[in-house]
């Protein structure tokens, strides 16, 4: 055990009152009050068992015996003649000392008693009891004392104190018993945990070291342990005094007497509630979802594994759902995450309540859910199932005061028809699920081989997508625009193609919204940008008149950060005057953000070039919303030219679409126009570019060079 610290619980301290007996082999005499300090006191120092030594009234020693100078550190009383008592005494204790001094100095006291540290010669720390009175030393008032050795009880209080502490304010359980297991103490903490005070543990046999007969085997293997080793720690079950049981971590320790038998036992102890708690929960979350409570896909993998063991022991066949929600993302974007997690709570309980009982349901992740039907379903159960799936998420939510709506698309695959693993039966599931999504959403799709063809194809198109720009297999198209007015070429729209190395020419619907998905139409989009520019300065050199270059601009590009870097790049790498470059922004892209659409598109008409919107009324934009944005061209879906002249109802969208066109001074471009009758039609209404078949499919530069040239031949001849 250490030393007591220099500022210990155990303080110095002065007593006034008279001096105790001292034991008689210490030799002090009741008194010590001589006129002078002759031979008499100098043999009686000498031969004194506890040190003595006498101080001038300045504090220097005059005498000291061999016992005082052992006690400091020196050899023989003698070295410490000269030395001020200052110089022996521990710093933090002078002002004690002093005090002592004045007081017999001044005559308020004769005799004191105090205990304090004395300084000993190699710096350490002693603890002495003093007791000292007044004398005469050579005709001077002098002080002599009297110090015992008392280092050993102060440390043994300090360490009792220091005992009491610690278990008093202890945060775990402490209860002390004899043999019997009889309570003989217990600290606060067991009161806390338990609800008993000591007085009613007091003499008890204590429950947890005794236990209750379901714990009888616990308690005889804590017995054994106890004999043998000492020690025992396990957990147990008790009972606090209000009846409830909790679990309790204990840990018993045996204490021998002198003749090795146990005398007593210490338990220390502590609630172990929350820590189980903690567990539990850890173990749910292993296996569930910490959102919605459901299984985790984890587990899903194990169970269904599980399950399809079973079901091929048995004979039996499974069925695999694998759900997404519809529009979940426009939730999230416009609500919060927040207000999507109560959606997704919401969902999953719906979802939990359309199946039976053995059914299983899993959170797969995001807005996916996984459904396993067990026990060989007919069909008409499985779609019966589905459509109350499907059913119950389309029926409104109310989250946060908003109403939601929001459907679900569905795919199914079973085993073992279409998998002998879980891994394989997941995934053309998975496979189906976005069938159903391709068909509308809001649906139901079984899983047939030709999906998993088709599914492995665009897996090979992504990626040789992904290295087709580095490879240099793209090339642009251009379709020309031509003035309804006069028949004269005003424009050139530049289309991608992709000339694939064993495909041959892949359609750009079949790769267009695959870049979409997964991005890579930003850095193709940048491609077509540039190129297209470089293209039209190389027209412009060399003398063709063509008007302006159209680039689509995908929604994805369209919200890009860089895309003001990347038009302001293409411009300037080119040399093509910003006025010929036009830029096409469907009608959705624009609406997905208005706000942010109204300043980005000033911000590009800042760089000078022209904005027409493509594809308009197929979006959620009306006509009235036009005049917020900064426009030159409005685009006429080819939806609504298809139906002229014999559409009542195309007719009278697209002579609305270019009336209120002109009174925003934009100019209107047809697109999709294949027959006379059409361009008759449009020129008619008022229409100022026409666009499509009837003039010219898309060709390549090289080709629409030459047929320039071919006018221009003619022309002069």
């Not at 976005?434 to 088709?454: C, D, I, T």
């Not at 929604?555 to 895309?563: A, C, H, I, T």
């Amino acid at each position: 055990m250490p030393h007591p610290p220099n500022h210990s619980p155990i303080h110095p301290r002065i007593h006034s009152d008279a001096i105790p007996h001292i034991p008689h082999r210490a030799s002090v005499p009741p008194q010590v009050t001589h006129e002078d300090l002759g031979l008499g006191f100098r043999h009686f120092a000498e031969q004194s068992l506890v040190g003595v030594y006498v101080l001038a009234g300045d504090g220097r020693v005059l005498q000291a015996n061999d016992k005082m100078a052992v006690m400091l550190g020196y050899g023989l009383g003698a070295e410490l003649v000269g030395l001020h008592i200052a110089d022996l005494t521990a710093p933090e204790d002078l002002a004690l000392l002093r005090d002592s001094q004045r007081k017999r100095l001044d005559g308020a006291e004769t005799h004191v008693r105090s205990t304090y540290r004395i300084l000993s010669r190699n710096g350490e720390r002693h603890w002495v009891e003093v007791h000292g009175s007044v004398c005469r030393h050579q005709g001077t008032v002098a002080l002599v004392d009297m110090a015992l050795d008392v280092n050993q009880q102060v440390q043994s209080e300090w360490q009792s104190r220091l005992s009491d502490r610690v278990f008093e304010s202890a945060s775990e359980g402490i209860l002390i018993t004899d043999a019997e297991f009889r309570i003989l103490a217990v600290n606060p903490a067991f009161t806390r945990i338990t609800g008993y005070r000591p007085e009613e543990a007091m003499g008890k046999r204590s429950r947890m070291m005794t236990g209750p007969s379901a714990q009888a085997e616990i308690n005889r293997g804590m017995l054994e342990r106890l004999a043998s080793d000492g020690h025992w720690q396990g957990e147990m079950k008790d009972r606090r005094k209000d009846g409830n049981w909790y679990p309790a971590w204990l840990s018993i320790s045996a204490i021998r007497d002198n003749q090795g038998g146990i005398s007593n036992y210490v338990g220390v102890f502590t609630d172990n509630t929350i820590r189980k708690e903690a567990e539990t929960r850890l173990a749910f979350l292993a296996d569930h979802d910490s959102l919605t409570g459901l299984l985790n896909r984890n587990s899903l993998m194990r169970i269904f594994a599980q399950q399809i063991e079973a079901a091929q022991l048995a004979g039996e066949t499974l069925v695999l759902f694998f759900i997404d929600l519809d529009r979940f993302k426009t939730v999230n974007d416009t609500l919060g995450h927040h207000a999507g997690d109560q959606l997704l709570m919401a969902a999953a309980e719906r979802l939990r309540e359309q199946l039976r009982p053995d059914d299983v349901l899993a959170r797969f992740g995001g807005d996916e859910f996984v459904v396993v039907l067990g026990g060989s379903p007919p069909q008409d159960i499985i779609a019966a199932i589905a459509r109350r799936l499907i059913g119950s998420i389309l029926r409104p939510f109310v989250i946060n005061g908003h109403e939601m709506f929001i459907s679900a698309s569905i795919g199914s695959a079973a085993y073992p028809e279409h998998g002998d693993d879980a891994i394989a039966i997941l995934k053309n599931a998975d496979i189906a699920m976005y069938h159903a999504k391709e068909r509308g959403k809001n649906a139901f799709q079984l899983f047939n081989k030709e999906m998993s063809n088709h599914a492995l194809e665009q897996m090979l198109l992504e990626n040789s997508l992904r290295h087709a720009l580095e490879r240099k297999e793209f090339e642009l198209y251009y379709q020309p625009q031509f003035s309804a007015h006069d028949g004269s070429v005003c424009g050139a729209e530049a289309l991608i193609r992709w000339r694939h190395p064993t495909r041959g020419m892949v359609a750009p619907d079949m790769f267009i919204s695959l870049a979409e998905q997964t991005g890579l139409i930003v850095p193709l989009g940048a491609w077509v940008l540039r190129e297209a520019c470089r293209q039209g300065k190389a027209w412009l050199d060399g003398g063709y008149q063509f008007g302006r270059i159209a680039v689509n601009l995908s929604p994805r590009q369209f919200s890009s950060d860089d895309l003001l870097a990347t038009i302001d790049d293409a411009l300037a790498q080119s040399g093509l005057p910003s006025a010929m470059l036009e830029l096409e922004i469907t009608e959705g892209a624009i609406m997905q953000n208005p706000q942010e659409a109204v300043v980005l598109l000033k911000r590009m008409r800042e760089l000078g070039v022209t904005i027409s919107v493509d594809d308009f009324g197929t979006g959620y934009s009306s006509l009235a919303s036009l005049k917020q944005y900064p426009l030159d061209t409005l685009k006429i879906d080819r939806s609504f030219v298809k139906g002229i002249p014999t559409d009542p109802d195309d007719i009278a969208i697209t002579e609305a679409i270019i009336a209120i066109a002109h009174k925003l001074h934009l100019k209107v471009v047809a697109e999709g126009v294949e027959s006379q009758e059409q361009h008759d039609f449009l020129r008619a209404a008022g229409c100022d570019i026409m666009q499509g078949y009837l003039h010219s499919q898309p060709v390549s530069a090289s080709e629409i060079e030459a047929r320039w040239h071919l006018g221009a031949t003619q022309a002069g001849a």
